[in-house]
């Protein structure tokens, strides 16, 4: 008898007790929460369809002229043509290219090339963003330092009966007065 209650509460443990320690259920939806239905397979198929063109979009827009010459070359054919239609002024809402290539097409190039090619164009890249790093934590300094000053001039200006309020450092230069003695 007591070999069949130790293996039914064993039974239990490792069926209810285990199973929540080792996976956890979460915590019950509220009651105002209502649940989605499941998905057929086919709107799993076109929600998939859609995603994977949405990504697709989004690496055609980012990739820059080494990878995509073709399109680019086109770009260019009907550019060449506008100057001699008579119209040098007109540029059709497009804007100048610049002389300096993308990061982005800079890194295709490098890709290309192999690991050789890479690591200089990674190395400038983190460069640039480590100088640019580096400015904008002395700018917030700098007017990190401007505003407390502003709020500490204010601070002595306005109150404590014209009382000097300490500066930054000069708390550690003052003495401090001796306690009271108490009786």
């Known amino acids: 008898m007591k070999f069949r209650v130790v293996c039914r509460k064993l039974y239990d443990y490792v069926r209810y007790d285990l199973k929540e320690i080792a996976f956890p259920s979460s915590l019950p939806d509220p009651p105002h929460f209502k649940k989605r239905p499941k998905l057929s397979w086919h709107d799993r198929w076109c929600i998939f369809k859609e995603a994977t063109r949405l990504y697709g979009a989004s690496w055609v827009r980012d990739i820059g002229p080494d990878l995509r010459p073709n399109d680019y070359k086109k770009a260019a054919e009907d550019d060449e043509e506008e100057p001699s239609n008579g119209r040098p002024g007109s540029d059709n809402g497009k804007k100048g290219k610049s002389s300096e ?61 014209g009382r000097h309020q300490p500066q930054q450092g000069e708390e550690a230069t003052k003495k401090q007065p001796p306690p009271p003695p108490s009786s």
């Open 101 to 161: 290539p993308s990061v982005l097409e800079d890194l295709a190039v490098a890709a290309r090339g192999g690991a050789e090619t890479l690591k200089p164009a990674l190395r400038r890249i983190y460069m640039a963003r480590a100088s640019t790093y580096t400015d904008a934590m002395k700018n917030f300094v700098e007017t990190y330092q401007e505003g407390l000053k502003d709020q500490l001039q204010e601070k002595a200006a306005e109150g404590d009966g």
